[in-house]
C-alpha cells in the first residue's frame, strides 16, 4: 500500500531539527501541507501565551478553508544531563513545561479543529519505559508522563476517532545526542545494542508514518518502542 498525505495537514512540533525535521520533512514528500511548530518559527510550546496565539492564528486559517488537523505530532523536547543533586528546580520546571506538559496543551487546543480519524502521535523515549544512562531524572519522568498522557488520552478520545499513540526512541543520531555523548560514548553504547548501531532519523520517521496512515486504523493508546531491541 503507497501512503500518500495529499490534502491532509499535519501540525508537526519540534520541527526544527532531530527527529521533528525529519518527521516535516517527510510528511511534506508524502503530500501533506505541514505547519511547523518551533522557537525557529516563532512559537514558545513552554508558554501559554505563545500557545494560544498559535492556535489562533490556525484556527482562522482553517476556518476560512473550512479544514481540519488531520495530524497532531509532538516531538519536541529539551534535556540537561545531570544527577538529581545537580537539578534545580527552574530547570525541573524548564524541562517538565517543554516535554510534557505542552504537549497536555497542545492537545487540548487541538481537538476542538480534529474530526473522527485524525492521528494524534506522541514522541517519548527509551527513558521513559526505563530509565537513562545519560539523562536526567527530569527527563526521564517527563518522557514516562507522556506515555500515560497517551494511554489516557486513547480512552477519551478513542469515541470520538480520534487516535492517539506514542513512539519511544532510543538514543538517535541527532544534535541533541552529538551535544551530550562523545563518540567513544556513542560506540560504547553500541555494544549493548543488538543491531549494534544507533538509530537515525529515518529510522524514528518510519513508524510515525504508519500511525499517521490507514495501516494503523486499528491501534490506538499503542506505545511502539523503536529501540533496535534494547530492554
Not at 505541514?34 to 490556525?58: N, Q
Request: hydrophobic share 35%; charged share 25%; proline share 3%.
Amino acid at each position: 500500500m503507497k501512503i500518500n498525505f495529499e490534502n491532509k495537514i499535519a501540525v508537526v512540533v519540534g520541527s526544527s531539527k532531530g527527529i521533528g525535521l525529519g518527521v516535516a520533512n517527510k510528511f511534506e514528500e508524502l503530500g501533506a501541507k505541514v505547519i511547523r511548530v518551533s522557537r525557529k518559527d516563532g512559537v514558545d510550546i513552554s508558554s501559554k501565551e505563545s500557545i494560544d496565539t498559535f492556535f489562533d492564528a490556525i484556527t482562522d486559517i482553517l476556518g476560512n478553508t473550512n479544514s481540519n488537523i488531520d495530524f497532531l505530532i509532538n516531538v519536541a523536547g529539551i534535556n540537561f544531563c545531570k544527577k538529581i543533586e545537580e537539578i534545580e528546580m527552574d530547570e525541573w520546571d524548564s524541562v517538565l513545561d517543554t516535554n510534557l506538559r505542552s504537549f497536555y496543551y497542545l492537545i487540548k487546543k487541538s481537538i476542538p479543529l480534529m474530526k473522527s480519524g485524525s492521528r494524534i502521535v506522541n514522541v517519548s523515549s527509551i527513558a521513559g519505559r526505563n530509565k537513562s544512562i545519560v539523562s536526567g531524572v527530569h527527563y526521564t519522568s517527563s518522557k514516562a508522563g507522556i506515555i500515560g498522557l497517551t494511554r489516557q488520552l486513547a480512552h477519551e478520545l478513542g469515541p470520538k476517532g480520534i487516535h492517539v499513540n506514542c513512539t519511544c526512541p532510543s538514543q538517535t543520531l541527532t544534535p541533541m545526542l552529538e551535544q551530550s555523548m562523545t563518540k567513544e560514548e556513542q560506540d560504547k553504547l553500541c555494544e549493548n545494542i543488538p543491531l549494534r548501531r544507533l538509530g537515525t532519523v529515518d529510522d524514528q520517521v518510519g513508524p510515525i508514518v504508519f500511525l499517521c496512515s490507514e495501516l494503523s486504523n486499528y491501534l490506538n493508546g499503542s506505545v511502539i518502542d523503536v529501540n533496535g531491541g534494547q530492554l
